[in-house]
C-alpha cells in the first residue's frame, strides 16, 4: 500500500474543526503527521506544514485553546458535539522518584532564594577537602570556602561566579559553600539551556559535539487518542479532588533566560490551575515527552529547572512542575527538590569547562548507551583528528582508548575522509567561539541598553504601537505577527520624564542609525529588567526614520502592559547555525552510497564524468521548443546549458559579472526540464534577495516554483510560496498529489534543514540513511559565497549539481581569522576549479554590462582577459552628452 491514513476528529479551536491524518511514503519507516481542516472548511492546513515531532503537535493543540471555560470533541459518525469528562487520580499525580533521586531535605521557599552576589575570583588555594576562593566584589564578600561536592568545581582566576543564597541568610566577609547551603554558579553569565544540562547526565560529550538529532523516533498513529485524552485531563471543566485543572494557559514554549544561574528553558506550557481541589490557583510548568514513560533522571532534572525559572521570573513560590508522557497518557507532578538542583547546579558548572574550548569530555565507554547513541560516529571520528594544527598540539586531546563498539562506526571511512570532518569541526568550532564573544547575549543584563545602542547592536527604549502591528495571513516558521515598535521617548523633550536627561543616552534619534538592519535576528526584553529577558525572538522586517517591524510571534505581549519599554537586540544564531553546518559534514560521513560517492568528488578529488554533449547539442536544433530557448543564449551560455545537460556528477559555471547568470539559470532550468521530463530541480542560494531575483524572472516566462521558507514582499512569489500553493489542501492524498507535482524548489541554503525536510520523506534521516536523491538537479548559485560545510546540506539532495559564482567576487563571510587561515573563506566552488584537469569548468565570458574601456581596467586588473563584450552596442556604450552649459 503506498501510503496509510488514519483520520481522528479534534474540535481545534473550538470554532473551526480540524482532523490529523498520517502519510506514509512507501520508502519511509514512520508516517509523517498533519493538521487538516474537515470537509467543507475554509482553513487551509495549520501552519501549512507536516509535523514530525508529537510534543510540537501535542503544542499546537493547546495553542488552539489557549484560555479554556470548556472543552469539547466532535462524534465523527453524526458530527455531534459532546463534552469531555476526565480526571487524573491522586494516585496517578503522586510523585516517587527515589529510584533516580533520593532526598530527606524538606521542600525549601525558592520564593526567597534567588538573592546572589556576583564576585570575581581572584586566587583559587586548595587546602584539604576545602577550596578557598579569594575574591573581589562589590559587597562585603571576600572569600569564598568550598566544601562537600562543591570542592570538585573547576575554577582559575579571572572566573566570574555568583553566590545564590537564601533571603534569611546573613552573608558576610567569608561564605561557606557545602551541601546545606548556597549554590556557587561559575561564569553565569554563559546561560545554558536545560536540557543541555539533563543530557549530560547519560553523556557529557553529546552537547560537545552538537549534532542534530532527527526527532522522529516512533509511530505516530499511537499519539492520537493519548494527544486527545491528555487535553482532555488538562482541561476538565468540573474541579474535584484529587485531579488537576488547567484554567488558563500564559505561554507555550514560555522562554526564560536566569543569569543568576546561568540556566535558560523553554517550557512546553506555562499555565494557571488548580490541583487537589485546592482552591488556590496555582503556576504550573508542564512539560510534555513523547517517548516511553521512564520518569528518568533526565526528564525530571528537566522538570526541576523548569520550575526554578519559573518561579525565578514570576517571583513566587512554586512547589510542584508536571512530566506528561503523550502516548501513554500518563502526568505526574514533580516536587521540587533542593538536593537535585544541586547536583544540576554542579554539572551545569562542569559543563562550563567545554562549552567554549574544544576539550570533548572523555567517553563514558558504557555499551549499553554509546551503541545506541545516534552521534557515536561523530564521537568516533572527533577521537581519530590526530590532524596536527600549527603549534603542534592535537585539536582533540583524549587519553583513553576508544572501545570498539564505537570504533567500528568509521570502519567504513577512509584515513583522510576523517581528517576532512575533523579538520571541518575545527574550523566551525572557531567561527562560533568568536560569535560567542562578540554577540554574547549577555550583555542585555551586563550593560545598560543605552550602551549597547552606542556600540550599535540595541535599540533601547522602544514600545509596541499597536495600531501599526498586525497578523499575518501566512505564517514564517511559526512566526505570525508583524510587531510595531517605536521610540518611548520625545527627543524635543516634550515628555517631562525625559526632560533632564543627557540625549546622547536616549539613544539614535532616527532608527536608521541604531545599527540593526533588516533580516537581523534579534531578541526582545523588558528593559531595566533582570528577570524578563530575552522574552521573544524574531527577524526585523523593516526599518524605518522613526519606527521597526519585526517579525514574531505575537504571545510575548500578552502578559505585559501596553506601556512596557522594551530593548531590541542584535544577536548571532551562529550556534543553530554551526550545529546545522557540522551535522551536514556528519552526514557526508555516513555510510551510504550517496554519501560515500559526494565524498570522492569532495574529499579525494575525482574527477566528475560527463556524456557526449553532441547528442544534445542534435536535440537542441531538431525540437522547435528548444531551439527556441537554446536559440536566445549567446555561446558562452549555450555551451554552459550543454555542459550540464551533459554532466553525470556535477558542473561547474563562472558567472563573471553582467555575464547574464540569472538569466543562463532561468533557461538551464526550462530545458532540463524539457529534456528530462520527470526531474526535480532545486534552486538555492545564500541569500533570499538571489532567490527572488531568479523567481522574478521565472514569472515573467511563467515557469511554476514553489518557494519554500520566508518570500518578503514581492506578491507574485508570495502567490508561489508553499503557505499559498497549500492552502486549500484539505486531505493527504491532495497533499502527496502537490508534492509529486513540484518540478522547481527554491530556497535558501540556510532554511534547507527548516523547510525542505517538510516536502520529503523522513527529513534529516534520509540525509544519513538514505540512499535515494530528493533532486535530480540542484542549482547552487552565488556559490563562492557559501562555505563548503554549508554547500554539503544542498549536495546530499542532488544526484547532481551545479555550482554557479565568481571567485573574484565576494568571497564566504568568516568572522574568525584562525577559521579563516584554515581555509574557511574558500568555496567549494573555488577549491573545485583548482583541481588538475577538472574539465568541469565553464565561463560566461560575454558580459553586458561595461563598455570596451571599462571592461579593459576589469580585464587588465582582475579578469585576465576573459571577458569580452556581448555585442558591439555594448562595446561602444557611453553616457549621452548633457546639452546643457556647465559653469565652475
Not at 516536587?335 to 547546579?345: Q, S, W
Request: glycine share 4%; charged share 25%.
Amino acid at each position: 500500500m503506498y501510503f496509510n491514513s488514519h483520520k481522528t476528529i479534534l474540535h481545534a479551536d473550538f470554532s473551526l474543526p480540524y482532523h490529523f491524518e498520517t502519510f506514509k511514503h512507501e520508502n519511509e519507516k514512520r508516517p509523517r503527521f498533519f493538521i487538516l481542516p474537515i470537509k467543507n472548511s475554509t482553513k487551509g492546513i495549520l501552519n501549512w506544514f507536516n509535523f514530525t515531532n508529537i510534543e510540537i503537535i501535542t503544542l499546537l493543540c493547546f495553542r488552539m485553546k489557549r484560555k479554556v471555560n470548556d472543552c469539547k470533541t466532535i462524534d465523527k459518525e453524526n458530527d455531534q458535539v459532546s463534552d469531555l469528562s476526565y480526571n487524573i487520580s491522586s494516585s496517578e499525580l503522586d510523585t516517587s522518584f527515589d529510584a533516580a533521586f533520593s532526598s530527606d531535605n524538606e521542600y525549601e521557599d525558592i520564593k526567597g532564594f534567588h538573592q546572589f552576589h556576583r564576585c570575581t575570583v581572584l586566587t583559587v588555594i586548595e587546602e584539604g577537602d576545602i577550596k578557598i576562593l579569594n575574591v573581589t566584589s562589590n559587597n562585603c564578600i571576600k572569600k569564598i570556602e568550598l566544601h562537600d561536592s562543591w570542592v570538585n568545581t573547576e575554577l582559575k582566576s579571572g572566573s566570574v561566579v555568583n553566590i545564590v543564597y537564601s533571603i534569611n541568610c546573613t552573608i558576610g566577609s567569608t561564605v561557606i559553600v557545602d551541601n546545606n547551603n548556597h549554590f556557587l554558579i561559575v561564569d553565569p553569565d554563559i546561560c545554558i539551556a536545560g536540557t543541555t544540562i539533563v543530557s549530560c547526565l547519560r553523556c557529557p560529550r553529546q552537547f560537545c559535539i552538537g549534532i542534530m538529532e532527527n526527532d522522529v523516533e516512533l509511530e505516530l498513529l499511537t499519539y492520537i487518542n493519548p494527544i486527545k485524552s491528555i487535553i482532555q485531563g488538562f482541561f476538565n471543566t468540573i474541579r474535584k479532588k484529587d485531579n488537576i485543572k488547567i484554567k488558563n494557559i500564559d505561554y507555550i514554549e514560555e522562554s526564560i533566560w536566569c543569569m543568576v544561574y546561568g540556566i535558560r528553558g523553554r517550557i512546553d506550557i506555562s499555565a494557571k490551575g488548580y490541583m487537589d481541589g485546592e482552591c488556590e490557583m496555582l503556576n504550573m510548568a508542564i512539560e510534555l515527552k513523547s517517548g516511553k514513560a521512564t520518569f528518568s533522571s533526565e526528564h525530571v532534572g528537566q522538570v526541576l529547572l523548569y520550575i526554578l525559572l519559573m518561579s525565578f521570573k514570576r517571583n513566587v513560590k512554586l512547589e510542584y512542575g508536571w512530566l506528561s508522557y503523550i502516548k501513554h497518557n500518563l502526568t505526574k507532578s514533580v516536587k521540587f527538590n533542593y538536593n537535585v538542583i544541586k547536583g544540576l547546579m554542579q554539572t551545569r558548572n562542569n559543563l562550563i569547562k567545554n562549552f567554549s574550548t574544544t576539550n570533548l569530555p572523555k567517553t563514558i565507554n558504557i555499551e549499553r548507551q554509546c551503541t545506541r547513541c545516534f552521534q557515536k560516529t561523530a564521537c568516533a571520528l572527533c577521537y581519530y583528528n590526530k590532524e596536527e594544527e600549527s603549534d603542534g598540539e592535537d585539536f582533540f586531546d583524549f587519553e583513553e582508548e576508544l572501545p570498539s563498539f564505537i570504533d567500528d562506526s568509521v570502519t567504513h571511512l577512509k584515513k583522510n575522509e576523517i581528517k576532512y570532518f575533523s579538520k571541518k569541526y575545527e574550523i566551525l568550532n572557531y567561527e562560533e567561539e568568536y560569535k560567542i564573544s562578540k554577540y554574547n547575549p549577555n550583555r542585555i543584563w551586563t550593560l545598560s541598553a543605552e550602551e549597547c545602542e552606542s556600540q550599535q547592536t540595541c535599540l533601547s527604549n522602544v514600545k509596541i504601537d499597536f495600531d501599526k502591528s498586525f497578523a499575518l495571513k501566512n505564517n514564517f516558521n511559526n512566526f505570525n505577527k508583524l510587531v510595531c515598535f517605536t521610540r518611548s521617548i520625545d527627543f524635543d523633550g516634550a515628555t517631562q520624564s525625559t526632560d533632564t536627561l543627557d540625549h546622547s543616552m536616549l539613544g539614535c534619534e532616527s532608527l536608521l542609525h541604531a545599527g540593526l538592519c533588516v533580516k537581523d535576528p534579534v531578541v526582545i526584553s523588558v528593559q531595566n529588567s533582570i528577570v524578563n529577558i530575552c522574552i521573544a525572538n524574531g527577524f526585523i522586517d523593516t526599518v524605518e526614520d522613526d519606527q521597526l517591524t519585526i517579525l514574531c510571534t505575537d504571545q510575548f505581549y500578552k502578559n505585559y502592559s501596553d506601556n512596557t519599554i522594551y530593548r531590541i537586540d542584535k544577536i548571532s544564531n551562529y550556534f543553530d547555525s554551526m550545529k546545522r553546518d557540522i551535522s551536514y559534514i556528519y552526514f557526508l560521513m555516513s555510510d551510504n552510497v550517496k554519501s560515500s560517492r559526494l565524498r570522492k568528488f569532495l574529499i579525494h578529488d575525482e574527477i566528475p564524468q560527463f556524456s557526449d554533449s553532441r547528442v544534445f547539442n542534435k536535440m537542441m536544433s531538431t525540437q522547435p521548443i528548444l531551439q527556441k530557448l537554446f536559440d536566445s543564449l549567446n555561446k558562452y551560455q549555450q555551451n554552459a546549458v550543454l555542459k550540464v545537460l551533459a554532466c553525470k556528477d556535477y558542473a561547474l559555471i563562472n558567472g563573471f559579472p553582467g555575464s547574464g547568470k540569472s538569466y543562463t539559470i532561468i533557461v538551464l532550468v526550462q530545458i532540463y526540464l524539457l529534456v528530462f521530463p520527470q526531474s526535480k530541480i532545486l534552486i538555492s542560494s545564500c541569500t533570499n534577495a538571489a532567490i527572488d531575483n531568479i523567481l522574478e524572472k521565472f514569472n515573467e516566462v511563467d515557469q511554476d516554483y514553489c518557494r519554500m521558507g520566508y518570500s518578503g514582499s514581492n506578491e507574485q512569489i508570495m502567490n508561489q510560496s508553499f503557505a499559498i500553493l497549500t492552502k486549500n489542501i484539505k486531505s493527504v492524498k491532495e497533499m502527496k498529489l502537490f508534492f509529486d507535482r513540484q518540478r522547481v524548489v527554491a530556497c535558501t541554503c540556510f532554511s534547507l534543514v527548516n523547510n525542505l525536510i517538510h516536502l520529503f520523506p523522513s527529513g534529516l534521516q534520509n540525509l544519513q540513511n538514505n540512499d535515494s536523491y530528493f533532486f535530480d538537479l540542484v542549482i547552487l548559485d552565488e556559490a563562492t559565497q557559501i562555505s563548503e560545510s554549508l554547500s554539503v546540506g544542498s549536495l546530499l539532495m542532488a544526484e547532481k549539481f551545479v555550482l554557479i559564482g565568481d571567485v573574484h567576487q565576494l568571497p564566504p563571510i568568516v568572522s574568525s581569522h584562525k577559521a579563516s587561515q584554515l581555509g574557511m573563506s574558500v568555496s567549494l566552488f573555488e577549491r573545485l576549479t583548482r583541481i588538475e584537469n577538472n574539465q568541469a569548468t565553464v565561463s560566461l565570458n560575454a558580459q553586458y554590462r561595461m563598455n570596451r574601456t571599462i571592461m579593459s581596467i576589469a580585464n587588465d586588473l582582475i579578469y585576465e582577459n576573459c571577458l569580452v563584450c556581448g555585442n558591439e552596442t555594448i562595446a561602444n556604450r557611453v553616457l549621452p552628452k548633457l546639452d546643457v552649459d556647465v559653469y565652475f
